[in-house]
């Protein structure tokens, strides 16, 4: 047997790095950061529930401890967002940067001049003509 072909990706720790640096890459403000850390918590404790032979009442705690969880993120999320905004606009400046160069670009004359092309090349002049409601009748 070729094990090289049959087992290609198990235990291929390249693969899921990469996809744990993409995960990671994403957190980019505390909103996101804070998500991940509901579904990671949430996550677990679920588990740990679903899997343990827990009574019921120690279900009912364990559920009450994950709204606690959720409650305590949600109130933290909150603060952040009152208190310090500024947290949750890093990329504001680089998507105003990137506006005002596409805005300049479409200014240029190169830019008027190429769809002045690309309009005569591609629409038929009585295209461009409008008619009167009494002439198409």
Known sequence: MDSGSDQEG???QTGS???????????KNPLIFFSLCVLLVEGILSAFVLLSKFSAGQQLVAFLVMVGVFLVVIGVVSYITIFIPANLYEQVK?????????????NTPAFSDAVAAVVDERVKEESLVAKRPSEGA
């Open 10 to 12: 198990i235990g291929d």
């Open 17 to 27: 790095g990469g996809q744990r640096t993409e995960i990671l890459g994403q957190v």
């Open 94 to 106: 680089d998507v105003r940067k990137q506006t005002e160069e596409v805005t300049s670009f479409i």
